[in-house]
């Protein structure tokens, strides 16, 4: 079984850029046919599917926060990282990563991190 870890700062100022890590033990994030998200849940909200990078390193992003969100990979740690640029305080949420089969879309996940608290405050 994956486990999945998020890490990065838990308080972002307005305007400035969110920067999160998630390292995966248990499994080579280039396995062929597996996806590895973002996921994200505001206070009081659903969950709410940002983006995804394949096993190939292609990448596919909400078209609601694609203008602000980037996500890359770095083999040799086996890890993902998301940024989502010009952050406001409406993106305060918890965040998480967490591993699927290959989708432009998924909605379907077999993993999950535990999530990371994210605040975006002056």
């Known amino acids: 079984q994956v486990q999945l870890q998020e890490s990065g700062p838990g308080l972002v100022k307005p305007s400035q850029t969110l920067s999160l890590t998630c390292t995966v033990s248990?499994?080579?994030?280039?396995?062929?046919?597996?996806?590895w998200s973002w996921i994200r849940q505001p206070p009081g909200k659903g969950l709410e599917w940002m983006g995804v990078?394949?096993?190939?390193?292609?990448?596919y992003y909400s078209p609601s926060l694609k203008s602000r969100t980037s996500i890359s990979r770095d083999t040799s740690k086996n890890q993902f990282s998301l940024q989502l640029r010009s952050v406001t305080p409406e993106d305060t949420a918890m965040y998480y990563c967490?591993?699927?089969?290959?989708?432009?879309?998924?909605?379907?996940?077999?993993?999950w991190g535990q999530g990371t608290q994210v605040t975006v405050s002056s």
């Open positions: 248990g499994g080579s994030i280039t396995i062929s046919y597996v996806a």
């Open positions: 967490a591993e699927g089969a290959t989708s432009k879309a998924p909605t379907r996940f077999d993993d």
């Open positions: 990078i394949a096993y190939d390193g292609s990448t």
